[in-house]
């Protein structure tokens, strides 16, 4: 798969005192819908500044587009939005990204192909002074897409909008992706990542916890809740298990959670339990939310 994006073994550190990102590595590649999911102060908006060449690294590399072209170049192949929206207020949509097209010597017709992408046409003549904050966040999101980016950077795109803004942005990155450009989009709101990415890189305090597919993260592990008329038969049973991380009391309610380390189907553990004389009263196979993934991965280190 083509490689868009290398980062390895970055560091920066703010004033010889934040160590804002740690030894980061990943490789972003083409055509998938990347998530940097982490907290406020995890280092999100200091990775992408790196590598958007706005903020200094301290230590490692980054190479776009597998090394081929220096960062200057391989730039014009990059749209971001990694700040708030800056257009002149007194300007309509279409002249403003007219003016970003004669800046960047990119043709006018442009304009209208990305109005349409991010549903501002029939406002297009309209001074940007009258837009919401979602129509403004649309119009930087046609003006990142002007010159036809290989990959869409996009910092919090949702911040501050309303419920109905925030759903008009998702559908938008869900259409952009669709349509084969690659996106890397930093957000501290896991349900975002989970509705509009195919992969995740979870980062807390500067550190790498998971990279992977959302749906990976999601199904990765799984647990049972059992209960039976003896528990201490039926947890020596379980000790014997194979493919059995842990076993957890759940809240004196008679209840065992099961962890696992490997896949285990029900029907499976049920029969080994009966083979050991154990007759359950209650099974049933969870597996986490991402919800519940991020917060371990969050909490527990
Ligand atoms: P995120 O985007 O995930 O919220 P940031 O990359 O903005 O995280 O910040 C990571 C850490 O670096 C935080 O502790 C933040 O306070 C610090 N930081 C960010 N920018 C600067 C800066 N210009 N000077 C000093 N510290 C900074
Ligand atoms: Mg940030």
Same mark, same amino acid.
């Given at each position: ?17 934040? *160590?804002?990102?740690?030894? =980061? ?8 819908? &990347? $998530? ?8 999100? %908006?200091?990775? =992408? ?8 690294? @301290?230590?490692?590399?980054? %190479? ?56 501002? @046409? ?21 003006? /990142? =897409? ?10 919090? +795109?949702?911040? !501050?909008?309303? +419920? ?15 349509? $084969? ?5 930093? %957000? ?10 195919? *992969? ?5 305090? !500067?550190?790498?916890? &998971?990279? $992977? ?27 014997? *298990? ?23 189907? /029900? ?14 009263? *209650? ?5 986490? %939310? ?12």
């Amino acid at each position: 798969m083509e490689t868009i994006l290398t980062i390895t073994n970055l560091n920066k550190i703010y004033n010889k005192q934040v *160590h804002a990102v740690k030894n =980061l590595s990943l490789e972003i590649h083409k055509g998938n819908v &990347y $998530g940097i999911l982490g907290p406020n102060g995890s280092g999100k %908006s200091t990775t =992408l500044g790196i590598v958007l060449n706005v903020v200094n690294k @301290t230590s490692g590399e980054y %190479s776009w587009f597998g090394g081929t072209t220096q960062t200057h170049d391989a730039l014009k192949r990059v749209g971001a939005i990694i700040e708030r929206p800056n257009f002149y207020p007194y300007m309509t949509a279409k002249e403003n990204l007219e003016l970003v097209c004669k800046i960047k010597g990119i043709n006018y017709s442009k304009v209208a192909e990305k109005l349409e992408i991010v549903g501002l @046409t029939e406002r297009m003549d309209s001074k940007f002074s009258t837009f919401s904050l979602g129509m403004k966040q649309r119009l930087a999101i046609a003006s /990142a =897409l002007l010159n036809d980016p290989e990959i869409l950077i996009l910092d919090e +795109p949702t911040n !501050g909008l309303d +419920p109905q803004g925030i759903h008009q942005i998702r559908d938008i990155i869900r259409l952009i992706a669709s349509q $084969g450009t690659t996106i890397l989009l930093a %957000s501290h709101l896991l349900d975002e990542v989970e509705k509009v990415c195919t *992969h995740v890189l979870v980062l807390r305090k !500067g550190e790498m916890l &998971y990279s $992977g597919t959302v749906d990976g993260m999601t199904n990765k592990k799984g647990f049972f809740e059992l209960k039976s008329g003896n528990l201490e038969t039926l947890k020596s049973a379980l000790e014997n *298990h194979q493919d059995i991380e842990k076993i957890v009391e759940a809240n004196g309610d008679g209840r065992l959670l099961v962890y696992l380390k490997n896949n285990l189907e /029900a029907e499976d553990l049920n029969s080994y339990l009966f083979q050991n004389n154990i007759v359950l009263q *209650h099974l049933v196979k969870r597996k986490h %939310s991402l919800e519940e993934q991020f917060l371990e991965l969050t909490n527990n280190h």
